[in-house]
């Protein structure tokens, strides 16, 4: 198998008139048999995207490659990628069966082939036996599979999801998302997951791309992501995290809330301006004389596995901490952390940048 990447973006631009770019100037790879999810607020080009990688629509300036070669011009019907649409545009007039067939037949394929082909998709999605029901007779799961069998029957080099487990509900959803990440595994193909829900794209994806405005904030594993956010809209959106501004005072300490901590980052000037990013999962109560900073209550919700407590520090600086511990309103608790909590993000910093400075510091692993 080619070690080339099976897609690439060359600085690609997309403007529709003269209207300002959807897209700008973005570049990135995609690796044969993984899981990537475009994941970013709306308007951001997510979708542009998957639509430039579908060939229904071109880019106004770059490139793009498919196993090595350009497609900018090349139709849609002639690349080797299916699309699985939010609505999962099947046909309700046809049953089950004809709805996977449906590119099968057009391809004028041998009737024989075309039964061992659909039944083999419907296998793989878990829908043996129902080649008969009639598609306004399937729960949503059952037509997500649908249009995920008719994908895969194909045989396409990439699948192209777009937001297709946003119409249900909770509970659906999630045991959508367990299924879709084991079928991507088994079957071997490329995904390439679009949508705006983080825990959906923390929990399904091989790697991520946060999108903001037109260009890539990030890309990464969602540890990476979540871990390591290069700059406050990644930290904002990814989770939930307390944002507060800091002062590097050298090597593995740095300065907020008027206090000097231990942490550890370096690498960064000294009296450099940052910004401190700490999940709220990493913030423990205890007594006041046992935290690192003192926090008055201001609200506090359980959220059914933990309480959500939201206080001020002395500096007017607002904390939101995670606990299983409750907390009164009204109350001045402490909150401690470790050093590894303590992510601090340099302002302005590129995500080429900010590689760089981690592997300074072996910030990074090359095991894989």
């Given at each position: 198998?080619?070690?080339?990447p099976?897609?690439?973006f060359?600085?690609?631009?997309?403007?529709?008139?003269?209207?300002?770019?959807?897209?700008k100037?973005?570049?990135f790879?995609?690796?044969?048999?993984?899981f990537y999810t475009?994941?970013?607020p709306?308007?951001?080009g997510?979708?542009?995207?998957?639509?430039?990688?579908?060939?229904?629509?071109g880019?106004?300036?770059?490139n793009?490659?498919f196993?090595g070669?350009?497609?900018?011009?090349?139709?849609?019907?002639?690349?080797?990628?299916?699309?699985?649409?939010?609505?999962?545009?099947l046909?309700?007039?046809?049953?089950?069966?004809e709805?996977?067939?449906f590119?099968?037949?057009?391809?004028?394929?041998?009737?024989?082939?075309?039964?061992?082909?659909?039944?083999?998709?419907?296998?793989?999605?878990?829908?043996?036996?129902?080649?008969?029901?009639e598609?306004?007779?399937?729960?949503?799961?059952?037509?997500?599979?649908v249009?995920?069998a008719?994908?895969i029957?194909?045989?396409p080099?990439?699948?192209?999801?777009?937001?297709?487990?946003?119409?249900?509900?909770?509970?659906?959803?999630?045991?959508?998302?367990?299924?879709?990440?084991?079928?991507?595994q088994?079957?071997?193909?490329?995904f390439?997951?679009?949508?705006?829900?983080?825990?959906?794209?923390?929990?399904?994806?091989?790697?991520?791309?946060?999108?903001n405005?037109g260009?890539i904030?990030?890309?990464?594993?969602p540890?990476?992501?979540?871990?390591?956010?290069?700059?406050?809209?990644?930290?904002?959106?990814?989770?939930e995290?307390?944002?507060?501004?800091?002062?590097?005072?050298?090597?593995?300490?740095?300065?907020?809330?008027?206090?000097?901590?231990?942490?550890?980052?370096?690498g960064?000037?000294?009296?450099?301006?940052?910004?401190?990013v700490?999940?709220?999962?990493?913030?423990?109560i205890?007594?006041?004389?046992e935290?690192?900073?003192?926090?008055?209550?201001?609200?506090?919700?359980?959220?059914?596995?933990?309480?959500?407590?939201?206080?001020?520090?002395?500096?007017?600086n607002?904390?939101?901490?995670?606990?299983?511990?409750?907390?009164?309103?009204?109350?001045?608790?402490?909150?401690?952390?470790?050093?590894?909590?303590?992510?601090?993000?340099r302002?302005?910093e590129?995500e080429?940048?900010?590689?760089?400075?981690?592997?300074?510091?072996?910030?990074?692993?090359?095991?894989?």
């Open positions: 198998m080619s070690n080339q099976i897609i690439r060359e600085k690609v631009t997309k403007q529709y008139d003269n209207n300002s770019p959807v897209l100037d973005v570049s790879d995609i690796e044969r048999g993984r475009l994941l970013g709306s308007g951001c997510k979708t542009t995207v998957l639509r430039l990688i579908a060939g229904f629509t880019p106004t300036n770059g793009i490659y196993d070669k350009i497609i900018n011009r090349l139709p849609a019907n002639q690349r080797q990628v299916n699309t699985v649409f939010q609505d999962y545009a046909f309700p007039h046809l049953n089950v069966f709805n996977v067939a590119g099968l037949r057009i391809k004028k394929l041998k009737k024989s082939d075309i039964t061992s082909r659909v039944k083999e998709a419907l296998r793989f999605v878990n829908l043996e036996g129902y080649e008969n029901r598609i306004t007779e399937m729960s949503g799961g059952q037509r997500q599979r249009a995920i008719r994908a029957v194909n045989e080099g990439v699948i192209l999801l777009d937001e297709p487990l946003s119409a249900l509900d909770l509970k659906l959803r999630t045991e959508m998302q367990v299924e879709l990440r084991e079928l991507q088994r079957l071997g193909i490329t390439i997951f679009v949508t705006h829900d983080q825990e959906e794209a923390l929990a399904m994806s091989d790697e991520i791309f946060v999108l405005q260009r904030e990030q890309s990464g594993t540890t990476d992501i979540y871990d390591e956010p290069i700059n406050r809209f990644v930290a904002d959106f990814i989770g995290s307390n944002i507060v501004p800091g002062k590097m005072l050298g090597d593995f300490r740095v300065e907020f809330v008027g206090k000097s901590f231990e942490c550890v980052d370096q960064l000037q000294t009296n450099e301006q940052v910004e401190i700490i999940r709220p999962e990493d913030l423990e205890r007594k006041a004389s935290g690192k900073l003192l926090v008055r209550v201001d609200s506090q919700l359980f959220r059914g596995v933990h309480y959500e407590i939201i206080g001020h520090d002395e500096a007017g607002r904390w939101l901490v995670h606990s299983t511990r409750k907390a009164a309103v009204g109350e001045t608790i402490g909150l401690y952390f470790d050093p590894e909590a303590i992510h601090v993000m302002l302005g590129t080429e940048e900010f590689d760089k400075r981690l592997e300074a510091y072996g910030g990074t692993d090359d095991a894989d």
